[in-house]
């Protein structure tokens, strides 16, 4: 496997339901990002971590709780979600996120919230 | 703070015929910029950056851009496009290091360009 991958590609979820998100990062990066991407709307940046420590926390709901055990993998833990939810969610990293430079996106999880 | 003004959510043209997707962008301090490309059901690829030095960027599959400090702009173009460049367009900007702000990627709303024969 090589750059960045995000399972599963695609979630369908009630409610009430619990579920989680992984993106793990092959690239030796030390940080990694969560985004939304809604349609019509510019991506949202969720989350960030920097050598597995939240730097970034953009006024997520609570139902959204990140993991990062390592520096390679990076977690959504998602529950009692609302249908406006629904969206692709993008996991990306980069060197340092303090530098500024480009960002390798997986192909993110698109998920659908009944 | 900076933020990313894409005016086209639409771009529709004829294959082989050149294209330019639009971007302006304002920040208190200096840039990078960057251009994705997000083809369907896949996440964004990075096109071509532009962090210092020449003015003319060049990317991959046959993108160019040119920074316009001036103007404030980073207009993404194409001498001849193909089908396959029917795809949404995200121009995007940081600030480097050691600009007392943090490095914090911004996106704009994107583009669509629909190629058609």
């Known amino acids: 496997e090589t750059g960045v991958t995000q399972t599963p590609r695609h979630l369908v979820m009630g409610m009430t339901n619990k579920k989680s998100l992984k993106c793990e990062q092959h690239?030796?990066?030390?940080?990694m990002y969560w985004y939304k991407q809604s349609a019509k709307k510019p991506l949202e940046l969720m989350f960030v971590?920097?050598?597995?420590?939240?730097?970034e926390n953009n006024s997520v709901p609570s139902r959204f709780s990140p993991e990062c055990p390592n520096s390679s993998h990076l977690f959504l833990h998602l529950h009692t979600l609302q249908p406006e939810d629904s969206a692709l969610y993008l996991c990306?990293?980069?060197?340092?996120?303090?530098?500024?430079?480009?960002?390798?996106f997986g192909p993110g999880t698109r998920l659908t919230v009944l | 703070a900076q933020s990313v003004t894409q005016l086209d959510s639409q771009v529709p043209v004829f294959e082989e015929a050149p294209v330019e997707l639009r971007c302006n962008y304002s920040s208190s301090v200096s840039v990078y910029l960057f251009w994705y490309v997000q083809y369907p059901n896949q996440g964004l690829q990075l096109l071509l950056k532009?962090?210092?030095?020449?003015?003319l960027v060049k990317g991959i599959n046959g993108f160019e851009a040119e920074f316009n400090k001036s103007q404030t702009s980073f207009h993404l173009r194409k001498p001849s496009v193909h089908i396959s460049d029917t795809a949404e367009y995200f121009c995007?900007?940081?600030?480097?290091?050691?600009?007392?702000?943090?490095?914090?990627?911004?996106f704009g709303t994107g583009t669509r360009l629909q190629v058609t024969l």
């Open positions: 990306a990293s980069s060197q340092d996120w303090l530098v500024g430079d480009e960002q390798f």
């Open positions: 690239l030796g990066h030390n940080a």
């Open positions: 995007a900007v940081t600030t480097p290091p050691n600009t007392g702000t943090a490095s914090k990627l911004t």
């Open positions: 532009y962090l210092s030095g020449s003015t």
């Open positions: 971590y920097s050598l597995e420590e939240r730097v």
